[in-house]
């Protein structure tokens, strides 16, 4: 269920779906729906059924709160042999105050830990279903998933003058980007050795993807001693900031990597890289290249000949 969920919020995604937008109160309830209609397409001719929305959240009844009898879940599948999937879902909207912040934005992740515990109630099996004698499922049978989406932070600063993102930090204030971290919850570490090349300056590479869609995460480089040399650092996400919207060649909010940097630790030199709307020469972003785009850039002769320009 796992992938299907993936690929339900991917097809929202590539829908160009945005939820709260006439009203950021409404976004959660607009991104349940949606993701639970999804779900509901997507699997039911296979005989799973969903609640979700409004008075249609599943209740279940539990001793396991001092102050709470019942609790209610977001969107709940069944399936007769294959089990129940409950998901939680958490879709805050950035404010347009306070400098793009939520209204509250400690609220976030203490209500992501609130949808947490409710999965946790369920998978202790200190829940039932209201009305219903049927226990939960089997704990093997029991899949659940906690959703938290918002824009704010914004990883892409559209409606700053040429995309430029603030910097701090150095002598003067102008070494690292501001930037904003989540928690991933599972990664692949991989380590790569070089072979066949004795004056190597990496002795190793060890690099971390997301699980969750593949993405390179980081990546830290080792020099001959086995001592950490460099360590490289992406960001990316979707180029929608308020009002300033950056859209693909199918319309809609294109989503692309917007910085890199690489922070030589054994000499503090930092390099960057950002994904800006402009540079020198006169080049724009776009996601649209007609012509023959090797030729035009990717051959030594062209990079030496933009590189001059």
């Not at 700053?160 to 980007?177: A, D, L, S, V």
């Not at 390179?216 to 086995?226: H, I, K, N």
């Not at 990597?257 to 776009?286: A, C, E, F, K």
Request: net charge neutral.
């Amino acid at each position: 269920m796992y992938q299907t969920i993936m690929d339900a919020m991917q097809a929202l995604a590539e829908a160009g779906s945005i939820f709260g937008l006439v009203n950021p109160q409404k976004g959660e309830s607009e991104f349940q729906l949606a993701l639970g209609g999804k779900l509901q397409e997507m699997t039911e001719s296979d005989g799973w059924t969903w609640r979700y929305g409004g008075d249609k959240e599943e209740p279940f009844e539990t001793a396991a709160l001092p102050n709470e009898k019942r609790i209610k879940v977001d969107i709940v599948g069944r399936h007769p042999d294959k089990g129940m999937v409950a998901i939680e879902l958490k879709y805050v909207k950035a404010s347009t105050r306070r400098g793009g912040a939520p209204n509250d934005p400690p609220a976030f992740p203490y209500d992501i830990a609130k949808d947490c515990l409710r999965l946790d109630l369920l998978r202790a099996g200190h829940c039932k279903p209201v009305g219903k004698p049927v226990p939960l499922p089997i704990p093997e049978n029991l899949q659940t998933y906690a959703i938290a989406m918002t824009d704010w932070p914004n990883y892409w600063q559209g409606s700053k003058p040429n995309w430029e993102k603030n910097r701090h930090g150095g002598g003067k204030g102008k070494t690292f980007i501001d930037t904003y971290m989540e928690l991933i919850p599972e990664v692949i570490v991989l380590e790569a050795e070089p072979t066949g090349y004795p004056r190597a300056p990496v002795s190793k590479k060890r690099v971390w993807i997301d699980v969750r869609n593949n993405m390179y995460v980081a990546s830290v480089t080792y020099d001959r001693r086995g001592e950490v040399w460099k360590s490289f650092e992406t960001g990316s996400g979707q180029f929608v900031d308020g009002a300033a919207v950056f859209k693909d060649t199918s319309g809609h909010p294109a989503w692309s990597w917007t910085y890199v940097m690489v922070h030589d630790i054994q000499s503090n030199r930092m390099s960057i890289l950002s994904h800006v709307h402009q540079v020198t020469g006169g080049w724009t972003t776009t996601f649209k290249m007609d012509g023959d785009v090797i030729n035009k850039f990717l051959t030594a002769q062209a990079m030496q000949r933009l590189g001059s320009a």
